[in-house]
């Protein structure tokens, strides 16, 4: 039983490694910011996963497995989050092509009634945006 859970362990550990390269070459390869926090977000996660469901089937240890939980958990819940702040940061600060974008969801926000442009944070209760949005579907 132990060599078969050494082996799941090896597979986990090298299948983790992979994402990770992959991950790296992405962040390399990729022409925009939106597509490297793809790069950078998505197989990260799973290869961090796959490293820590590794070292928990060698360990087989109760403490280190339940720490390797926590850690496992905490990794799904802040990283999505910090992916998502770093987009919305780039967004606002205008660092996104137009053209990068199949739907703009945050163009609404972006401006007002009037076609100016409003930042979100400034508007009061009163005041309205427009919903005329046009979404390309293509």
Same mark, same amino acid.
């Given at each position: 039983?132990?060599? %078969?859970?050494?082996?799941?362990? +090896?597979?986990?550990?090298?299948a983790?490694?992979?994402?990770?390269?992959?991950?790296?070459?992405?962040?390399?390869?990729f022409?925009?910011?939106? $597509?490297?926090?793809?790069?950078?977000?998505?197989p990260?996660?799973?290869? !961090?996963?796959? @490293?820590?469901?590794? %070292?928990g089937?060698r360990?087989?240890?109760? +403490?280190?497995?339940g720490?390797? +939980?926590?850690?496992?958990?905490?990794q799904?819940?802040?990283?999505? %989050?910090?992916?998502?702040?770093?987009?919305?940061?780039?967004?606002?600060?205008?660092? !996104?092509?137009?053209?990068?974008? @199949?739907v703009?969801?945050? $163009? !609404?926000?972006?401006?007002?009634?009037?076609g100016?442009? !409003?930042?979100?944070d400034? +508007?009061?209760p009163?005041?309205?945006?427009s919903?005329? %949005?046009?979404?390309?579907?293509?």
């Amino acid at each position: 039983m132990t060599a %078969v859970l050494d082996s799941a362990s +090896l597979l986990c550990l090298t299948a983790s490694a992979l994402l990770s390269l992959a991950a790296a070459v992405g962040l390399l390869r990729f022409p925009d910011l939106l $597509s490297r926090m793809h790069a950078g977000t998505k197989p990260q996660v799973l290869g !961090v996963l796959l @490293a820590l469901l590794g %070292v928990g089937l060698r360990l087989r240890s109760g +403490l280190d497995v339940g720490m390797l +939980l926590l850690v496992g958990l905490f990794q799904c819940l802040t990283l999505p %989050v910090a992916a998502h702040m770093v987009g919305r940061a780039v967004y606002r600060t205008d660092l !996104v092509r137009s053209c990068d974008l @199949a739907v703009d969801d945050l $163009s !609404v926000e972006r401006t007002g009634e009037d076609g100016r442009a !409003v930042d979100g944070d400034q +508007l009061g209760p009163d005041d309205h945006v427009s919903e005329d %949005v046009h979404r390309s579907d293509g």
